[in-house]
Protein backbone atom coordinates (compact mmCIF):
# COMPACT_ATOMS: atom_id res chain seq x y z
CA UNK A 1 0.00 0.00 0.00
CA UNK A 2 1.29 3.25 -1.04
CA UNK A 3 -1.02 5.45 0.43
CA UNK A 4 -0.69 7.65 3.60
CA UNK A 5 -0.14 5.51 6.72
CA UNK A 6 -1.63 6.75 10.12
CA UNK A 7 -1.50 5.28 13.38
CA UNK A 8 -2.90 4.08 15.43
CA UNK A 9 -6.02 4.75 14.32
CA UNK A 10 -7.63 5.11 17.74
CA UNK A 11 -6.42 6.13 21.04
CA UNK A 12 -8.22 6.34 23.99
CA UNK A 13 -6.80 8.06 27.28
CA UNK A 14 -7.16 9.61 30.56
CA UNK A 15 -6.74 13.99 30.73
CA UNK A 16 -3.94 14.53 31.43
CA UNK A 17 -1.82 11.95 29.80
CA UNK A 18 0.30 12.63 26.28
CA UNK A 19 0.02 11.00 23.19
CA UNK A 20 2.11 10.74 20.11
CA UNK A 21 0.33 10.11 16.49
CA UNK A 22 2.26 8.96 13.78
CA UNK A 23 1.83 9.98 9.74
CA UNK A 24 3.99 8.32 6.72
CA UNK A 25 3.60 10.05 3.84
CA UNK A 26 2.98 9.15 0.33
CA UNK A 27 7.12 8.16 -0.42
CA UNK A 28 7.91 10.82 -3.09
CA UNK A 29 5.61 13.80 -0.99
CA UNK A 30 7.70 16.32 0.27
CA UNK A 31 4.84 18.40 1.85
CA UNK A 32 2.93 17.26 4.50
CA UNK A 33 -0.60 18.41 6.25
CA UNK A 34 -2.07 17.66 10.02
CA UNK A 35 -5.49 18.51 10.80
CA UNK A 36 -7.75 18.46 12.93
CA UNK A 37 -11.73 17.33 12.31
CA UNK A 38 -14.60 17.41 14.92
CA UNK A 39 -17.32 16.69 15.24
CA UNK A 40 -19.70 17.86 12.43
CA UNK A 41 -17.11 20.01 11.12
CA UNK A 42 -14.84 20.20 8.18
CA UNK A 43 -11.18 19.24 8.48
CA UNK A 44 -9.44 22.49 10.22
CA UNK A 45 -5.54 22.85 9.46
CA UNK A 46 -2.61 22.21 12.21
CA UNK A 47 0.53 22.65 10.34
CA UNK A 48 2.55 22.04 7.23
CA UNK A 49 5.79 20.61 6.42
CA UNK A 50 7.95 21.04 3.47
CA UNK A 51 10.82 18.06 4.15
CA UNK A 52 11.82 18.79 7.96
CA UNK A 53 10.79 22.40 7.91
CA UNK A 54 7.60 23.25 9.73
CA UNK A 55 7.01 26.19 7.88
CA UNK A 56 3.60 26.97 9.10
CA UNK A 57 1.45 27.14 12.33
CA UNK A 58 -2.05 27.29 13.04
CA UNK A 59 -3.25 29.37 16.23
CA UNK A 60 -5.29 26.26 16.81
CA UNK A 61 -2.13 24.36 17.76
CA UNK A 62 -0.90 25.69 21.50
CA UNK A 63 1.50 24.55 23.14
CA UNK A 64 0.55 21.79 24.60
CA UNK A 65 1.12 20.10 20.71
CA UNK A 66 4.08 19.81 19.05
CA UNK A 67 5.05 18.16 15.20
CA UNK A 68 7.90 16.88 13.84
CA UNK A 69 9.46 15.53 10.80
CA UNK A 70 12.90 14.41 11.73
CA UNK A 71 14.28 13.39 8.22
CA UNK A 72 11.79 14.65 6.26
CA UNK A 73 9.70 11.59 5.77
CA UNK A 74 7.22 10.41 8.83
CA UNK A 75 5.85 12.97 10.80
CA UNK A 76 4.69 12.70 14.24
CA UNK A 77 1.95 15.01 16.19
CA UNK A 78 2.44 14.73 20.16
CA UNK A 79 -0.25 16.64 22.21
CA UNK A 80 0.54 16.97 26.20
CA UNK A 81 -1.36 17.23 29.01
CA UNK A 82 -4.28 16.14 27.05
CA UNK A 83 -8.30 17.94 27.58
CA UNK A 84 -11.01 16.56 26.92
CA UNK A 85 -11.29 19.55 24.18
CA UNK A 86 -8.68 17.70 22.43
CA UNK A 87 -11.00 14.59 21.33
CA UNK A 88 -11.26 14.82 17.58
CA UNK A 89 -9.95 12.75 14.55
CA UNK A 90 -6.40 13.97 13.63
CA UNK A 91 -5.82 13.63 9.97
CA UNK A 92 -2.26 13.27 7.79
CA UNK A 93 -2.22 14.40 4.37
CA UNK A 94 0.60 14.55 1.93
CA UNK A 95 0.53 16.83 -1.11
CA UNK A 96 1.26 15.66 -4.31
CA UNK A 97 2.49 18.79 -6.29
CA UNK A 98 2.10 17.05 -9.58
CA UNK A 99 -1.59 16.97 -9.52
CA UNK A 100 -2.45 19.26 -7.04
CA UNK A 101 -4.25 17.61 -4.11
CA UNK A 102 -4.02 16.39 -0.71
CA UNK A 103 -4.24 12.88 -0.42
CA UNK A 104 -5.31 11.84 3.59
CA UNK A 105 -4.72 8.78 5.72
CA UNK A 106 -7.71 7.31 7.64
CA UNK A 107 -6.95 9.78 10.20
CA UNK A 108 -6.11 8.77 14.09
CA UNK A 109 -9.10 9.12 16.39
CA UNK A 110 -8.41 10.55 20.12
CA UNK A 111 -10.98 10.14 23.04
CA UNK A 112 -9.78 12.10 26.16
CA UNK A 113 -11.72 10.96 29.37
CA UNK B 1 -8.45 35.08 3.23
CA UNK B 2 -10.17 32.26 1.18
CA UNK B 3 -13.06 30.30 2.69
CA UNK B 4 -15.84 27.57 1.42
CA UNK B 5 -19.88 27.80 2.11
CA UNK B 6 -21.71 24.84 2.30
CA UNK B 7 -25.15 25.31 2.17
CA UNK B 8 -26.88 22.57 4.52
CA UNK B 9 -25.54 20.50 6.47
CA UNK B 10 -27.44 17.32 5.78
CA UNK B 11 -29.14 16.81 2.18
CA UNK B 12 -31.83 13.56 2.08
CA UNK B 13 -32.34 12.21 -1.04
CA UNK B 14 -34.34 9.42 -2.46
CA UNK B 15 -32.50 6.34 -4.28
CA UNK B 16 -32.10 7.76 -8.39
CA UNK B 17 -32.94 10.60 -7.70
CA UNK B 18 -30.40 13.64 -8.28
CA UNK B 19 -28.01 14.66 -5.89
CA UNK B 20 -27.02 18.19 -5.57
CA UNK B 21 -24.68 19.38 -2.86
CA UNK B 22 -23.78 23.42 -2.97
CA UNK B 23 -20.67 24.92 -2.10
CA UNK B 24 -19.59 28.73 -2.28
CA UNK B 25 -16.20 29.75 -2.41
CA UNK B 26 -13.90 32.83 -1.38
CA UNK B 27 -10.43 33.45 -2.53
CA UNK B 28 -8.74 36.42 -3.94
CA UNK B 29 -6.68 34.46 -6.00
CA UNK B 30 -7.84 32.06 -9.31
CA UNK B 31 -8.61 29.25 -6.92
CA UNK B 32 -8.10 25.11 -6.89
CA UNK B 33 -11.48 23.86 -5.82
CA UNK B 34 -12.31 20.24 -4.59
CA UNK B 35 -14.68 18.13 -3.51
CA UNK B 36 -13.81 15.22 -1.49
CA UNK B 37 -16.31 12.75 0.18
CA UNK B 38 -15.55 10.69 3.71
CA UNK B 39 -17.21 7.46 5.27
CA UNK B 40 -17.86 7.03 8.63
CA UNK B 41 -14.48 6.64 10.61
CA UNK B 42 -12.05 7.36 7.43
CA UNK B 43 -10.15 9.38 5.98
CA UNK B 44 -11.07 11.93 2.83
CA UNK B 45 -11.31 10.68 -0.46
CA UNK B 46 -10.98 13.24 -3.43
CA UNK B 47 -13.91 13.21 -5.44
CA UNK B 48 -12.97 15.74 -8.22
CA UNK B 49 -10.78 18.58 -8.61
CA UNK B 50 -10.86 22.01 -10.81
CA UNK B 51 -7.43 23.41 -11.52
CA UNK B 52 -8.43 26.07 -14.08
CA UNK B 53 -9.21 24.34 -17.54
CA UNK B 54 -12.39 23.13 -18.20
CA UNK B 55 -15.24 24.61 -15.98
CA UNK B 56 -17.02 21.14 -15.88
CA UNK B 57 -15.61 18.73 -14.04
CA UNK B 58 -16.27 14.69 -13.99
CA UNK B 59 -15.23 12.94 -10.99
CA UNK B 60 -15.44 9.53 -9.66
CA UNK B 61 -18.40 7.28 -8.54
CA UNK B 62 -20.39 9.70 -11.09
CA UNK B 63 -20.13 12.39 -9.53
CA UNK B 64 -19.47 16.17 -11.53
CA UNK B 65 -19.43 19.20 -10.53
CA UNK B 66 -19.13 23.14 -12.53
CA UNK B 67 -17.32 26.14 -11.43
CA UNK B 68 -19.16 29.37 -11.98
CA UNK B 69 -16.84 32.56 -11.21
CA UNK B 70 -19.52 34.65 -11.59
CA UNK B 71 -21.60 33.24 -9.02
CA UNK B 72 -18.51 32.01 -7.37
CA UNK B 73 -19.91 28.65 -6.87
CA UNK B 74 -18.55 24.76 -7.27
CA UNK B 75 -22.13 23.04 -6.65
CA UNK B 76 -21.85 18.59 -6.87
CA UNK B 77 -24.08 16.91 -8.97
CA UNK B 78 -25.09 13.37 -9.43
CA UNK B 79 -28.19 12.49 -11.76
CA UNK B 80 -28.87 9.30 -9.61
CA UNK B 81 -27.96 8.82 -6.34
CA UNK B 82 -27.13 5.01 -5.10
CA UNK B 83 -27.32 3.81 -1.59
CA UNK B 84 -23.47 3.83 -1.53
CA UNK B 85 -23.22 7.48 -1.95
CA UNK B 86 -24.68 7.87 2.11
CA UNK B 87 -21.60 9.78 3.29
CA UNK B 88 -20.29 12.95 4.46
CA UNK B 89 -19.07 15.57 1.44
CA UNK B 90 -16.18 18.33 1.84
CA UNK B 91 -15.81 21.31 -0.20
CA UNK B 92 -12.35 22.62 -0.27
CA UNK B 93 -10.69 25.88 -1.69
CA UNK B 94 -7.09 25.79 -2.28
CA UNK B 95 -4.44 28.55 -2.72
CA UNK B 96 -1.00 29.27 -2.66
CA UNK B 97 -0.56 31.74 0.19
CA UNK B 98 3.11 32.06 1.82
CA UNK B 99 4.99 29.78 -0.30
CA UNK B 100 2.64 26.77 0.41
CA UNK B 101 -1.11 25.49 -0.77
CA UNK B 102 -3.13 26.55 1.59
CA UNK B 103 -6.31 24.17 1.53
CA UNK B 104 -9.45 25.18 3.08
CA UNK B 105 -12.18 22.97 4.02
CA UNK B 106 -15.72 23.76 4.38
CA UNK B 107 -18.68 22.29 6.81
CA UNK B 108 -19.81 19.36 5.29
CA UNK B 109 -22.63 17.88 3.78
CA UNK B 110 -23.98 14.80 5.33
CA UNK B 111 -26.04 12.91 2.12
CA UNK B 112 -28.56 10.59 3.42
CA UNK B 113 -30.02 8.03 0.64
CA UNK B 114 -33.42 6.75 0.65
CA UNK B 115 -33.97 3.80 -0.63
Known amino acids: DTGVSQNPRHKITKRGQNVTFRCDPI?????LYWYRQTLGQGPEFLTY??????LEKSRLLSDRFSAERPKGSFSTLEIQRTEQGDSAMYLC????WGTGELFFGEGSRLTVL | AQSVTQLGSHVSVSEGALVLLRCNYS??????LFWYVQYPNQGLQLLLK??????LVKGINGFEAEFKKSETSFHLTKPSAHMSDAAEYFC?????????????FGTGTKLQVIP
Open chain 1, 49 to 54: FQNEAQ
Open chain 2, 92 to 104: AVSEITGGYQKVT
Open chain 2, 27 to 32: SSVPPY
Open chain 2, 50 to 55: YTSAAT
Open chain 1, 93 to 96: ASFG
Open chain 1, 27 to 31: SEHNR
